[in-house]
């Protein structure tokens, strides 16, 4: 073997490390988000609160500082209607996912877990999905029998829905993301990647306990 191949060897294995790194690295970029998650920076103007980001990745804004939630109403997967008002007084979960997206699939079957439970406790918490990009509502309605997904989730396969909501509180290309509304309808808390059932407690349990 002649000297000069050694080097050229050496060159391959390491750009071959580079490589395996880099593909590392994006799929866990991948798992967080479908998209931007933009998870560090504040909303501006509209958005009604100084997010408070922790090291999760989970915002939170202060009891004086929130800002009323946008209407959302429409027509939900399963066919029936939703004024997500009327859950005013419960803490409301929204989660914005689509079939497509491989997060919204690994954080599926936490929230099946986590909104089952808080319903057998008779925590007053309301869970409500927010389905979008979806060509089809049989793909929405798949994913929601896969996972156990019972609580209903309103068909918003344009994004029209999360355009109603304060400039800054969400990034259209961050799916799945999760908003969590106070009892009177505010805007409490924010993530936008996925969350595991941990994270998710983390959210809705605070806010259950305030008076």
């Known amino acids: 073997?002649?000297?000069?191949?050694?080097?050229?060897?050496?060159?391959?294995?390491?750009?071959?490390?580079?490589?395996?790194?880099?593909?590392?690295?994006?799929?866990?970029?991948?798992?967080?988000?479908?998209?931007?998650s933009g998870s560090g920076s504040k909303p501006s103007g509209s958005a009604g609160g100084n997010y408070v980001t922790g090291p999760s990745g989970i915002s939170t804004v202060?009891?004086?500082?929130?800002?009323?939630?946008?209407?959302?109403?429409?027509?939900?997967?399963?066919?029936?209607?939703?004024?997500?008002?009327?859950?005013?007084g419960k803490v409301v979960v929204l989660n914005v996912w689509g079939s497509w997206c491989?997060?919204?699939?690994?954080?599926?079957?936490?929230?099946?877990?986590?909104?089952?439970?808080?319903?057998?406790?008779?925590?007053?918490?309301?869970?409500?999905?927010?389905?979008?990009?979806?060509n089809s509502k049989q793909n929405a309605a798949s994913f929601e029998e896969t996972y156990g997904i019972t609580y209903p989730s309103l068909y918003d396969p344009?994004?029209?829905?999360?355009?109603?909501?304060?400039?800054?509180t969400l990034n259209p290309?961050?799916?799945?993301?999760?908003?969590?509304?106070d009892k009177e309808g505010r805007i409490a808390a924010r993530t936008l990647v996925a969350v595991n059932e941990e994270q998710l407690r983390s959210m809705i349990d605070p806010l259950l306990a305030e008076k």
């Open 102 to 134: 491989p997060p919204c699939r690994a954080e599926a079957p936490y929230f099946a877990k986590v909104s089952k439970a808080m319903a057998d406790g008779g925590k007053d918490v309301a869970f409500v999905g927010l389905n979008t990009r979806d």
């Open 173 to 181: 290309q961050s799916i799945p993301s999760t908003i969590v509304l």
């Open 1 to 36: 073997m002649s000297p000069s191949r050694a080097p050229r060897r050496r060159r391959s294995t390491s750009g071959r490390a580079i490589l395996l790194t880099a593909v590392t690295l994006a799929s866990a970029l991948t798992l967080s988000a479908c998209g931007d």
């Open 158 to 168: 344009d994004g029209k829905l999360m355009l109603r909501f304060p400039k800054g």
């Open 62 to 88: 202060a009891k004086g500082d929130r800002a009323e939630a946008p209407g959302l109403d429409g027509e939900t997967v399963d066919g029936k209607t939703l004024d997500v008002t009327s859950l005013k």
